[in-house]
């Protein structure tokens, strides 16, 4: 099975070589498409977004409202006091980042395996700022918040199908070294850029990677729409208007691909955990559950409004 496998990787990217070189312009205008992308859409909206989520994550000033918060959501969700804190820092922080809050307070020992397994499925954030400005290319305000709003409460629902068992892990906050904001800035500023060049790196995968595909397999506005979706959700939200149907199928379309995330997430995820006891499938299920949670209350909430 192991050499099927590995027969089947080199033929693979043998042919993925060969279609580099035969449609080169294909190669040359997917990072050029990219790039505008990135700047224009993603740069400007997650710069700034970044760095103040990272200012008030390590300014610590989250204390007291966990405390307070701590006692419901633990009995709401069955986790540790210290999981309120890792969920609200999530909040902020947004994907793939979450990831790396959960595993670093795993290691830790500030929330133990099960409360992460739990975590790492209801707390996927897409960054609002970035959505909001993407979706409002295709929809107006109102449209545009209520699918901000829904993408977001999907989570608190989710985190109910995960309470199943309880977890006694003991109350511990985390610790910052350093809350001077002076101090914060420029690592916050860093810390962003990495971040924004990672994105700017897998955008430009995945676009390379859908457009090829796209040579190979002609597909209408639709398909391509879909393809580019659970490939990676940027390129796909940018030709949504390129989309003529109805108001409500558009967004329900819309709402699904933020909810699952694209490929392009799934596989920073699953680089983030695997060295830890955390499992990609809860990831996976939290996602599936995302998409049809998000979509009935979208639904529901739609045919209320109209009827």
């Known amino acids: 099975m192991n050499k099927v496998k590995k027969i089947f990787t080199i033929i693979l990217l043998f042919t993925f070589i060969y279609l580099l070189f035969k449609y080169n312009f294909i190669l040359q205008k997917s990072v050029n498409d990219a790039v505008i992308l990135w700047l224009n859409k993603v740069f400007p909206s997650l710069f700034i977004m970044f760095i103040i989520n990272d200012l008030i994550i390590n300014s610590h000033i989250l204390d007291n409202l966990c405390k307070l918060i701590s006692p419901l959501f633990n009995k709401i969700y069955h986790v540790s006091g210290t999981s309120l804190e890792c969920f609200i820092l999530c909040l902020f922080s947004g994907t793939p980042s979450s990831a790396y809050i959960i595993k670093e307070m795993l290691n830790n020992n500030s929330i133990n395996e099960m409360d992460a397994n739990k975590l790492i499925s209801f707390t996927f954030f897409s960054n609002p700022l970035f959505l909001y400005n ?32 309880k977890s006694n892990n003991s109350n511990i906050t985390i610790k910052v070294a350093n809350n001077n904001i002076i101090n914060l800035i420029p690592k916050a500023i860093s810390k962003s850029f990495n971040t924004l060049l990672m994105i700017l790196g897998t955008i430009t995968f995945y676009m390379i990677i859908s457009n090829y595909l796209l040579k190979i397999i002609p597909l209408n506005i639709m398909g391509e729409i879909i393809l580019r979706g659970i490939l990676e959700i940027t390129q796909s939200l940018n030709i949504l208007p390129n989309l003529n149907i109805l108001s409500m199928i558009k967004e329900i379309i819309a709402l699904s691909i933020i909810s699952f995330g694209g490929l392009s997430i799934h596989t920073q995820i699953l680089n983030i955990i695997s060295d830890t006891n955390i499992k990609y499938h809860n990831f996976l299920i939290g996602r599936i559950l995302h998409v049809l949670i998000s979509t009935t209350i979208y639904i529901f909430i739609t045919i209320t409004i109209y009827c």
């Open 134 to 165: 993407i979706l409002s290319i295709s929809f107006n305000k109102f449209i545009t918040l209520k699918i901000i709003i829904i993408h977001y409460l999907t989570n608190l629902i989710i985190g109910l199908f995960y309470r199943k068992n």
